[in-house]
């Protein structure tokens, strides 16, 4: 898949089966879950490899990408800390670093060397509640501010950008240099289903079906493709959010979507300095 689109890769084999995921849907509710594998553990010579093939490549001015983005669950077997060892060795200013991510990644927020963190918001709970337990530990993102949760998160581990979702409810942006923070008002799809989706996209018992699985990963993908190509970051999160809400409209597979439809939602959706 990778040669067929052209993209320049590196890997790191292991005697590990590959895990699977079966995503199921269910037409009549719209319900839908995942069933994932069980995972094997890295042993500690191929995480090794995999730390020195990534350092490699941030040091290679041949190879150096203009983004390093780290998204999603670490395997059993990869360290936070050697994620944070891989970071820690970006030696171009202009090397982007991008988390999506949130299991074992304090290592990770220790180096100070994220630039742009996307979390949703029981994530940007459970990194705070880690280091702010009396005010974040067993709390309910509806019962705080997030706005002021993404700025502190980023204030204390030196993160330029926070960018914090909530699947259909109001996603936030906040940008700690300037010490400004956005609200992003994500239309209701169903509200706006004529508008958005013709007939053949419902299903036969008439109603239509949203898969937000993969939503978060779109929305990274295309923000992070869109502020590289010097797109200013509020609009690029926005546009990565439409791409996201316009991913639900596709009952399978996961992350695709459909341009014209995240254009109009994209219309959508308003923004709000707060």
């Not at 171009?92 to 060397?113: E, G, M, Q, S």
């Not at 005010?135 to 980023?154: C, E, F, V, W």
């Not at 439809?261 to 959508?268: A, C, F, G, N, V």
């Amino acid at each position: 898949m990778e040669v067929e689109q052209g993209i320049n890769y590196r890997t790191v084999k292991t005697q590990l089966p590959t895990r699977t995921c079966t995503t199921c849907l269910d037409a009549s509710t719209g319900d839908m879950t995942e069933m994932i594998g069980v995972s094997g553990s890295i042993d500690p010579l191929t995480e090794s490899q995999f730390v020195q093939k990534g350092i490699e490549m941030l040091q290679d001015p041949q190879s150096a990408p203009r983004a390093l983005a780290l998204c999603g669950t670490f395997p059993p077997g990869l360290s936070g800390q050697a994620v944070a060892k891989i970071i820690s060795h970006r030696t171009a200013a202009n090397i982007l670093v991008f988390v999506d991510a949130v299991k074992d990644i304090h290592p990770v927020l220790a180096t100070r060397c994220i630039d742009i963190l996307k979390v949703n918001s029981t994530e940007v709970l459970s990194i705070l509640s880690t280091v702010d337990s009396e005010n974040y530990t067993a709390r309910s993102p509806r019962h705080i501010d997030l706005a002021q949760a993404a700025m502190k998160l980023g204030t204390m581990f030196g993160i330029g950008i926070m960018a914090v979702t909530d699947g259909p409810s109001t996603a936030y942006l906040a940008d700690t240099k300037e010490n400004s923070c956005w609200a992003f008002q994500i239309p209701d799809l169903l509200a706006h289903r004529d508008h958005l989706v013709d007939e053949t996209t419902r299903n036969n018992f008439g109603h239509l079906l949203l898969n937000p699985l993969g939503a978060g990963d779109t929305c990274s993908a295309v923000m992070l493709n869109l502020y590289l190509e010097k797109l200013d970051i509020v609009e690029a999160f926005a546009q990565g959010l439409a791409a996201a809400s316009a991913s639900c409209l596709v009952p399978m597979p996961n992350c695709i979507f459909d341009l014209s439809t995240m254009h109009k939602i994209r219309k959508l959706i308003t923004i709000t300095k707060v």
